[in-house]
């Protein structure tokens, strides 16, 4: 991850750092609040700007959030951690770190 890349994540996320998996590089992202329709959610994340599961990018949450499109829940063990990733397809490995998270906040919504 470049220093640009976590800065931009920092702008929505303070606490957003590096995480390392796989040899891949992540975002940690502690206390990221998500917009449902019940309301503001505030939980873990892992942005996975990478190929995963047959997905060009991934989102992974501290826990399942009901609502808008997040649908097909499944658990995934990332560093030493469980995390749930719905399904929601389409969102390019190429965009910049934040574009690739706000498009997959949209599965909320």
Request: proline share 5%.
């Amino acid at each position: 991850m470049s220093v640009a890349q976590l800065r931009a994540l920092q702008a929505v996320v303070p606490s957003a750092e590096a995480f390392q998996e796989g040899g891949r590089l992540l975002a940690f992202l502690p206390g990221l609040k998500i917009e449902t329709q019940g309301g503001t959610v505030v939980c873990d994340a892992l942005l996975h700007p990478h190929d995963h599961t047959g997905y060009q990018t991934r989102l992974f949450l501290d826990r399942q959030i009901p609502g808008g499109s997040a649908n097909n829940w499944t658990a995934h063990s990332l560093g030493g951690r469980t995390w749930w990733a719905c399904s929601w397809q389409g969102v390019e490995a190429a965009l910049p770190w934040v574009q690739i998270l706000m498009n997959h906040l949209r599965a909320f919504r």
